[in-house]
Antibody
Framework: QITLKESGPTLVRPTQTLTLTCTFS??????????VGWIRQPPGKALEWLGL???????RYNPSQKSRITITKDTSKDQVVLIMTNVDPVDTGTYYC??????????WGQGTLVTVSS | QSALTQPASVSGSPGQSITISCTGT?????????VSWFQQPPGNPPRLIIY???YRPSGVSNRFSGSKSGSTASLTISGVQAEDEGDYYC???????????FGGGTKLTVL
C-alpha cells in the first residue's frame, strides 16, 4: 500500500521560509521512472503544480515559483522536502505531495494546511 | 488563471449522465495522451479516477469514463449518484516550461 504524508508548520510569517516534508511508504524513490511532486490549493481555489523530483535527482519547477522553490529528496529516509522562500499571504493553502509515475499523480497525501500571516 | 479550461459547475439528477470538458492547447491536451482526472470530495485530497485519457485505476467505478478529441478531454459520469458530489480536476503534461498543468476545477452537484 502506497501512502504519503505531509508535515510542517501550520503558521508561517510573511517573508519567512517554509519547509515541508513528505514522508512516503510503499514505493522507493530510487526506482526508475518514479517521482514525487508538490501541488498546492489555496482555500476554495484550484490545484497548482509547484514542482517535481524524480528518482534520478532531476528536479522540475513551475516557472511561476521557480525562483522561490527547491525540492530535495532523501532516499534513505523515504522523504522529499519542499523549501519555499519569502512566503506571502497568497501562499496560504493546502499543500499536497503525490507520487508521480508514467505522467500521472497516482497517489496523494492528505495534505497540510499552511497559513501565512503576521 | 488555470492552463486548462473547465466549466465552473455542472449538475445532474441521480441516474443521469453528466460530462465535464477540459480544454487545453496543442502543447498539452492536444499533444499528449496522458490526461488525468481527479475527484475531490469536500474536505478530502484529490483522487485519481482516470489516467491516460480513458484508463481507470483499480477500484474506480466503471461509471467514470474518459475521452479526448483534439485539445479537449472529457469526463463522463454515467448514472450520477449523491456520493459523486465534489470537485473534479483535469491535468495534463505540457511541452511548455510549466510541465504539469491543471484545470480550474468543476463542482458537481447532484440535485
Amino acid at each position: 500500500q502506497i501512502t504519503l504524508k505531509e508535515s510542517g508548520p501550520t503558521l508561517v510569517r510573511p517573508t519567512q521560509t517554509l519547509t515541508l516534508t513528505c514522508t512516503f511508504s510503499g514505493f522507493s524513490l530510487s526506482t526508475s521512472g518514479v517521482g514525487v511532486g508538490w501541488i498546492r490549493q489555496p482555500p476554495g481555489k484550484a490545484l497548482e503544480w509547484l514542482g517535481l523530483i524524480y528518482w534520478d535527482g532531476d528536479d522540475r519547477y513551475n516557472p511561476s515559483q521557480k525562483s522561490r522553490i527547491t525540492i530535495t529528496k532523501d532516499t534513505s529516509k523515504d522523504q522529499v522536502v519542499l523549501i519555499m522562500t519569502n512566503v506571502d499571504p497568497v501562499d496560504t493553502g493546502t499543500y499536497y505531495c503525490a507520487q508521480r509515475r508514467s505522467n500521472r499523480f497516482d497517489t496523494w497525501g492528505q495534505g497540510t494546511l499552511v497559513t501565512v500571516s503576521s | 488563471q488555470s492552463a486548462l479550461t473547465q466549466p465552473a459547475s455542472v449538475s445532474g439528477s441521480p441516474g443521469q449522465s453528466i460530462t465535464i470538458s477540459c480544454t487545453g492547447t496543442s502543447s498539452d491536451v492536444g499533444f499528449y495522451d496522458h490526461v488525468s482526472w481527479f475527484q475531490q470530495p469536500p474536505g478530502n485530497p484529490p483522487r485519481l479516477i482516470i489516467y491516460d485519457v480513458f484508463y481507470r485505476p483499480s477500484g474506480v467505478s466503471n461509471r467514470f469514463s474518459g475521452s479526448k478529441s483534439g485539445s479537449t478531454a472529457s469526463l463522463t459520469i454515467s448514472g450520477v449518484q449523491a456520493e459523486d458530489e465534489g470537485d473534479y480536476y483535469c491535468s495534463s503534461p505540457s511541452t511548455s516550461t510549466t510541465l504539469v498543468v491543471f484545470g480550474g476545477g468543476t463542482k458537481l452537484t447532484v440535485l
